[in-house]
């Protein structure tokens, strides 16, 4: 991870059975530079706004601050949470019964995931590991 973001970043590895509350501005600079971040601290940081958005604590908009970092990401994993994450937070839009919310979500992420969706495909190429 960049040094400037090391002294930044608690909980590193998920060592510790917390949570980690960021202030917005800390989200901000964290996605900019989301791929510096290890895998696990990546899914943990997504994990740790989710869940503080979900329990009503802090920033309700922690997740969504995350969510550029997310432009250059290319581990299966991290793309596995952020679905199951994002999934939920589509579901409580839902729940406000706004469709305009809905569509305007629908169509960031799908510009979120093009351009991996682009590299990568859908279907697995000769030599791809689990990550590809």
Same mark, same amino acid.
Do not use: H
């Given at each position: 991870?960049?040094?400037? $973001?090391?002294?930044?970043?608690?909980?590193?590895?998920?060592?510790?059975?917390?949570?980690?509350? $960021?202030?917005?501005?800390?989200?901000?600079? @964290? +996605?900019?530079?989301?791929?510096?971040?290890?895998?696990?601290? =990546?899914?943990?940081?997504?994990?740790?706004?989710? +869940?503080? +958005?979900?329990?009503?604590?802090?920033?309700?908009?922690?997740?969504?601050?995350?969510?550029?970092?997310?432009?250059? #990401?290319? %581990?299966?994993?991290?793309?596995? #949470?952020?679905?199951? @994450?994002?999934?939920?937070? =589509?579901?409580? @839009?839902?729940?406000? #019964?706004?469709?305009?919310?809905?569509?305007?979500? =629908?169509? $960031?992420?799908?510009? @979120?995931?093009?351009?991996?969706?682009?590299?990568?495909?859908?279907?697995? +190429?000769?030599?791809? %590991?689990?990550?590809?």
């Amino acid at each position: 991870i960049n040094a400037e $973001y090391m002294g930044f970043l608690l909980n590193s590895r998920r060592e510790c059975f917390y949570r980690v509350q $960021y202030p917005e501005s800390l989200l901000q600079r @964290l +996605a900019a530079n989301f791929s510096a971040i290890s895998v696990e601290d =990546r899914i943990g940081l997504l994990n740790d706004a989710f +869940a503080f +958005a979900k329990a009503g604590v802090g920033c309700p908009t922690g997740l969504t601050r995350l969510l550029p970092g997310l432009a250059g #990401e290319r %581990s299966a994993k991290v793309w596995s #949470e952020a679905s199951t @994450l994002v999934g939920a937070l =589509r579901n409580v @839009l839902r729940s406000f #019964e706004d469709p305009a919310a809905s569509e305007a979500l =629908r169509a $960031y992420l799908g510009n @979120l995931i093009r351009p991996c969706m682009l590299e990568l495909g859908l279907d697995a +190429a000769p030599g791809d %590991s689990d990550e590809r």
